[in-house]
């Protein structure tokens, strides 16, 4: 079984800073691609940022700036570092990520329950 957990969510006033950690467990052979997705209410499930294995990584352009994703291979770990936050961030945020268990051959996408981010102006 492979779960992610998320961490670090909370109320922060705008300009402030918060920093998520997720982190993967379970019976793991090989962690691919991890990311941050959110969803703020009302609307669709969209990316946040995302790295890769080789340390690759995508931001959407609205956080381009503010936000950093970061990576802990060893403790399969991911963070994102959010910084002059503001009320449209209001969220929750979702850890992703393709892994492949122990004794399968394909990897396999795998989402956190979320933790909530909430900007006040």
């Known amino acids: 079984q492979v779960l992610l957990v998320e961490s670090g969510g909370g109320l922060v006033q705008a300009g402030g800073s918060l920093r998520l950690s997720c982190a993967a467990s379970?019976?793991?052979?090989?962690?691919?691609?991890m990311g941050w997705y959110r969803q703020a209410p009302g609307k669709q499930r969209e990316l946040v940022a995302t790295?890769?294995?080789?340390?690759?990584?995508n931001y959407a352009d609205a956080v381009k700036g503010r936000f950093t994703i970061s990576r802990d291979s060893a403790k399969k770990m991911i963070y994102l570092q959010m910084n002059s936050l503001k009320p449209e961030d209001t969220a929750v945020y979702y850890c992703?990520?393709?892994?492949?268990?122990?004794?399968?051959?394909?990897?396999?996408?795998?989402w956190g329950k979320g933790t909530l981010v909430t900007v006040s102006s």
């Open positions: 790295i890769t294995n080789s340390d690759s990584i």
């Open positions: 379970g019976t793991i052979f090989s962690i691919n691609t």
């Open positions: 992703n990520a393709d892994i492949r268990p122990v004794a399968t051959w394909r990897d396999m996408h795998y």
